[in-house]
């Protein structure tokens, strides 16, 4: 089955942080597998975790580099530029077209915690930071989701449930027992109203740490049974993964009853027919 390229793909990576491919290179990779919505999200600067993000001083030249690449491609592929803001970033004062709104690190007594860098880092804030209680990182973490858009005013609400990165086959904590439900189900009484796009992620898959896209199964037909919006993202930090992923995650959201997914048109959002 050939790949719905009338859909958008707008959580994209760059060498101006953690990716592999410049804004050209991605942007020119789009252009060639199709895509006819494309847009680049770059991580906001953190200078408490600089490698996760932009450098504040090169902002403004991505910003540029975006710009050029969507004069050059006008008339051919819509390119926007967004910002993956995570929660505990400055605020960043550029114009974007979109945000994606996110949670990547635990505070405590001012420091940060990657949950998502590494399996051994994850494992060393449930030691350290939690004490082995994993209910009370969950806790923490689905607490920290629930702000996302309050803090952010994102217009996208990344992997939902990327505590869940390094938990395949729930090797690490259960995601079926009642308290992990609870905790997703109470986010989600606060961010579902916020009417806002949540987005289905493949990028751990690509990565190799998971089989499945995010957010979880049961949280897709949630999200359905509450008639929330969905956009599908493959997250990519190379340029040949920009559509990774797509058929198995349009497959997986028609399976929970979406009828419909969110794409960035003429600087709109706008519903697309599965």
């Not at 050029?68 to 006008?74: G, K, L, S, V």
């Not at 970033?89 to 550029?94: G, L, N, Q, R």
């Not at 690490?172 to 916020?194: G, H, K, M, W």
Request: glycine content about 6%.
């Amino acid at each position: 089955m050939a790949v719905r390229t009338d859909f958008s793909s707008m959580h994209n990576h760059t060498v101006f942080a953690d990716g592999k491919n410049t804004v050209r290179e991605m942007v020119q990779a789009a252009f060639e597998q199709g895509v006819k919505h494309f847009g680049i999200s770059e991580h906001s600067p953190f200078p408490a975790f600089p490698e996760g993000g932009m450098r504040m001083e090169d902002v403004s030249r991505y910003v540029a580099e975006m710009r050029q690449a969507r004069e050059e491609y006008r008339g051919r592929m819509e390119v926007y530029t967004g910002l993956e803001q995570d929660i505990d970033s400055p605020a960043i004062t550029e114009d974007f077209d979109y945000v994606i709104g996110s949670v990547h690190f635990i505070q405590r007594g001012g420091k940060y915690y990657p949950i998502d860098y590494s399996e051994e880092i994850f494992l060393k804030i449930l030691e350290e930071v939690f004490l082995g209680d994993i209910h009370a990182f969950v806790q923490e973490y689905y607490h920290r989701v629930s702000e996302v858009v309050k803090i952010t005013n994102c217009d996208i609400i990344g992997h939902f449930d990327l505590i869940t990165k390094y938990n395949e086959n729930d090797r690490l904590f259960s995601t079926n027992e009642e308290f992990y439900r609870t905790c997703v189900q109470d986010a989600l009484d606060i961010l579902v109203p916020e009417n806002r796009i949540f987005e289905v992620n493949s990028g751990a898959i690509s990565r190799g740490y998971r089989k499945t896209p995010y957010p979880q199964k049961w949280i897709l037909e949630e999200l359905c049974k509450r008639r929330a919006k969905i956009t599908l993202n493959a997250d990519a930090h190379h340029r040949d993964n920009i559509l990774f992923g797509y058929d198995e995650m349009i497959k997986l959201v028609k399976d929970c009853g979406f009828t419909e997914i969110m794409v960035m048109s003429q600087g709109a959002w706008i519903p697309v027919k599965l």
